[in-house]
C-alpha cells in the first residue's frame, strides 16, 4: 500500500463545443477534496478534461506520488505517449499541424514535474464511485459557470 494521493478527474461541455465544467476528487487516507469549475464561453471537452488534472495537481501544497483516474484516452495518451514527441517537433503533430490545447499539455506538464504521477485509465460510467463524482462536480462547475456569468460574476 502507498502513500499516495488518489485523484479522479472528469470534464466536458453541453453542447462541445460550448460552455463546459470540470471535476475533481482527491483523497489521501481519510481526506477528501472535492474540486470543480467551469467556462461559461465556449469551451471544448478535451480542454476541460486537460484542465481537470491541472487543477487538481496544482492544488497539491507538496510533492507527493499521486495516481491520477481519468476517464479520458486523449489525455492519459497525451501524456504518457504523444507530449513528449510534440515537445520534440516544436508543439506540431506529425503531421505538421499546430498541436490542440498546447497551453494545457504545457500547464499540465509542469504540474506533473512537482510529482511522480501515475496515470490510469477508467471507464467512464461504468460505476466507479470517484469517478461518478468527479462526473456529478464537472456538472456543478458548469451550473456555477453558467449562473456566474448572467450574475455578472467570474468563476475561478
Known amino acids: 500500500m502507498t502513500d499516495a494521493v488518489i485523484i ?15 471535476g475533481a476528487v482527491l ?10 469549475g467551469g467556462e461559461p464561453g465556449a469551451t471544448s471537452n478535451n480542454r476541460m478534461e ?8 496544482e492544488a497539491l501544497t507538496r510533492p507527493v506520488v499521486v495516481h491520477l483516474h481519468t476517464d479520458s484516452t486523449y489525455v492519459r495518451n497525451g501524456i504518457t505517449k504523444w507530449v513528449l514527441g510534440w515537445e520534440r517537433n516544436g508543439w506540431l503533430t506529425a503531421a505538421k499541424q499546430p498541436v490542440k490545447n498546447a497551453d494545457l499539455w504545457r500547464r499540465l506538464q509542469l504540474a506533473c514535474e512537482r510529482h511522480q504521477v501515475e496515470w490510469f485509465w477508467v471507464k467512464g460510467h461504468s460505476g466507479v464511485p470517484d469517478n461518478e463524482l468527479a462526473d456529478q462536480l464537472a456538472t456543478r462547475g458548469l451550473q456555477e459557470a453558467l449562473a456566474g456569468a448572467a450574475a455578472g460574476v467570474a468563476i475561478p
Open 8 to 22: 479522479h478527474t472528469d470534464g466536458g461541455c453541453r453542447p462541445n463545443p460550448g460552455p463546459g465544467g470540470w
Open 27 to 36: 483523497r489521501h487516507g481519510t481526506h477528501l477534496r472535492e474540486m470543480c
Open 50 to 57: 486537460l484542465t481537470a488534472p491541472i487543477m487538481a495537481l
